[in-house]
């Protein structure tokens, strides 16, 4: 069973506040991301991460950050919200393949669903 | 570019029925990996299953079965005698070994099964 963890699991929110969801694991992997998923949609990834000190953009534009200050947490921020923002936000990681001929499967958290009024 | 297509939207069965997802992808890598994963209403998604691009060998675990055919690009998910805890979001992803490194997912399928 996967061990990652996202707080808060539902946010409501003011424009212009700055939020930061977490993501935690448990499992040691390298390799961490974070999708969006909107209602009744598929999921796009935002950020992804190698390992310590390493991020990347996904395929989806995001005006979120991300850091990775040590293996086991991968926080997402949002400097100031907006009404755009509101979806659901979900991390995923995986063990970091020896090459990119593999592939490893992602456990997925539980999920942040936030709400920017 | 990769693409994933599911176009079973959503599926409505009577408990003890078998039913099938479509997913049907497209990628110009040679080797690349396919998942089915599962999103209860709690929101979470669970792995079901990978499968890399050599093997074509269809597998079964329970009440679930996979059919992976190269020639028509597709990965299909049999849900034998459904219950109605199958009742979830199913999606289907891609990751390929030249693309991005995330993975690449359909819009998922709605499964309803009714007692």
């Known amino acids: 069973e996967a061990d990652i963890y996202q707080t808060p699991r539902y946010l409501v929110i003011g424009t212009g506040k700055k939020i930061t969801l977490e993501c935690s694991q448990t499992m040691g992997h390298d390799k961490m991301y974070w999708y969006q998923q909107d209602p009744g949609m598929e999921l796009h990834l935002i950020h992804y991460s190698y390992g310590v000190n390493s991020t990347e953009k996904g395929d989806l534009s995001s005006e979120s950050t991300v850091s990775r200050i040590r293996t086991e947490h991968f926080p997402l921020t949002l400097e100031s919200a907006r009404p755009s923002h509101t979806s659901q936000y979900l991390c995923a990681s995986s063990e970091l393949e020896a090459s990119r001929a593999s592939s490893y499967e992602q456990y997925f958290g539980p999920g942040t669903r936030l709400t920017v009024t | 570019a990769q693409k994933v297509t599911q176009a079973q939207t959503e599926i409505s069965v009577v408990e003890k029925e078998d039913v099938t997802l479509d997913c049907v992808y497209e990628?110009?890598?040679?080797?690349?990996?396919l998942f089915w994963y599962k999103q209860p209403p709690s929101g979470e998604l669970v792995f079901l299953i990978r499968r890399n691009s050599f093997d074509e060998q269809n597998e079964i675990s329970g009440r679930y079965s996979w059919n992976f055919q190269k020639s028509t690009s597709s990965f299909n998910f049999t849900i034998t005698a459904s219950q109605v805890v199958d009742s979830a979001v199913y999606f289907c992803a891609l990751r390929g070994a030249g693309g991005a490194d995330g993975l690449t997912f359909g819009k998922g399928t709605h499964l309803i099964i009714q007692p």
């Open positions: 990628t110009r890598d040679t080797t690349y990996y």
